[in-house]
């Protein structure tokens, strides 16, 4: 289906051919940063929301943790990252925009660099310190987790936003 449109209106490239990653790839998890970006102005930055975290952690957590699993796990760029702080710190409004900003410039920027689909990553651990399965990672499976990952938090403050 080459040459096909997303619902934002954005070419999206068909990744058959060349087994790449690519803007069209990524669409959908742009997609939900820049609804994250829509919603933090609206955000009651310190309600509880999901599992105890504040919206505002909960926003930083979930630009936080796509920006790392595009830069450190798809790229491999170093890309520290104090996973703990995300849900144990008060940021600001802006601070939180910032990192989200941050999270779609790295979605260009793996689209500029194109690794291949088939690559093989190294995700992080589990949050408990164990691997995350016994399979190979590639790099469509990070983005496949990153963006469903970024798909639940935003469904989360999208609710959040509406009460």
Same mark, same amino acid.
């Given at each position: 289906?080459?040459?096909? &449109?997303?619902?934002?209106?954005?070419?999206?490239?068909?990744? *058959?051919?060349?087994?790449?990653? *690519?803007?069209?790839?990524?669409?959908? %998890?742009?997609?939900?940063?820049?609804?994250? %970006?829509?919603?933090?102005?609206?955000?009651?930055?310190?309600?509880?929301?999901?599992?105890?975290?504040?919206?505002?952690? %909960?926003?930083?957590?979930?630009?936080? !943790? !796509?920006?790392? &699993?595009?830069?450190?796990?798809?790229?491999?760029?170093?890309? =520290?990252?104090?996973?703990?702080?995300?849900?144990?710190?008060?940021?600001?409004?802006?601070?939180?925009?910032?990192?989200?900003?941050?999270?779609?410039?790295?979605?260009?920027?793996?689209?500029?660099?194109?690794?291949r689909l088939d690559?093989?990553?190294?995700? =992080? @651990? %589990?949050?408990?310190?164990? @691997?995350?399965?016994?399979?190979? &990672? *590639?790099?469509?499976?990070?983005?496949?987790?990153?963006?469903?990952?970024?798909?639940?938090?935003?469904?989360?403050?999208?609710?959040?936003?509406?009460?």
């Amino acid at each position: 289906m080459h040459g096909a &449109w997303n619902g934002h209106h954005e070419h999206m490239d068909d990744t *058959t051919a060349s087994g790449q990653l *690519t803007a069209g790839d990524l669409a959908e %998890l742009r997609a939900y940063l820049h609804r994250l %970006l829509e919603l933090v102005p609206r955000l009651r930055l310190g309600e509880r929301v999901g599992g105890g975290a504040t919206a505002g952690q %909960l926003a930083f957590h979930a630009a936080e !943790s !796509s920006d790392f &699993w595009l830069r450190r796990v798809i790229l491999g760029d170093e890309r =520290p990252r104090d996973r703990e702080a995300e849900f144990t710190t008060t940021r600001a409004r802006e601070e939180i925009e910032r990192a989200v900003s941050r999270a779609i410039a790295a979605c260009e920027e793996a689209a500029r660099r194109a690794p291949r689909l088939d690559r093989r990553v190294e995700p =992080p @651990p %589990l949050p408990d310190g164990q @691997p995350r399965g016994h399979l190979p &990672w *590639t790099v469509v499976m990070a983005l496949v987790h990153v963006t469903a990952h970024a798909a639940e938090h935003v469904g989360q403050l999208d609710v959040a936003a509406a009460r």
